[in-house]
């Protein structure tokens, strides 16, 4: 399992409220966000760790509900954030290839940030490679293996 990336779009459209990223069980490490930007979701050796996002209102210090992510062989995400309404985010949330996962690539086009896309399009490029690599690889080991047995035949006959 691998990190994942996930990208917030849209933060500084929401100026009067202040956005919080945390990691489950981490209390006092919450990230405050206040521009577009990416965080990480760490890979663990085990069970998924969970994220979370959420709003506070500054004006009322009221809570959105929380936005919650985990990391188990995820993709990255870009989650585009539309509008709060009432206790609500309202958001869309595109997967990108990564070294964990492939996906398909589709709407692309409302992605601010296209150096995401090309990252995307490179991983699974080289998820690509690599099966590529494995098969090449397993066929020569098959060839090799016969071409032993074959040469052993002939040397008992």
Do not use: C
């Not at 509008?83 to 690539?105: A, F």
């Not at 098959?142 to 035949?153: A, E, H, M, Y």
């Amino acid at each position: 399992m691998f990190d994942s990336k996930i990208s917030f779009q849209n933060i500084v459209k929401f100026s009067n409220y202040t956005f919080y990223w945390s990691a489950a069980g981490v209390q006092q490490n919450n990230v405050i966000l206040i521009s577009d930007t990416s965080q990480y979701m760490s890979a663990t050796g085990g069970a998924p760790m969970d994220y979370f996002l959420w709003a506070v209102n500054n004006q009322t210090k009221k809570s959105t509900d929380t936005v919650s992510f985990h990391n188990y062989y995820s993709p990255d995400y870009v989650v585009i954030i539309n509008e709060i309404k009432e206790d609500s985010i309202l958001y869309n949330r595109l997967e990108l290839s990564n070294k964990n996962t492939i996906v398909s690539e589709t709407n692309t086009n409302e992605i601010n940030d296209k150096t995401l896309i090309a990252d995307a399009k490179k991983a699974k490029q080289n998820h690509y490679l690599k099966i590529g690599g494995f098969i090449t690889l397993g066929l020569a080991a098959l060839g090799g293996i016969v071409w032993f047995f074959k040469r052993k035949k002939k040397e008992t006959v």
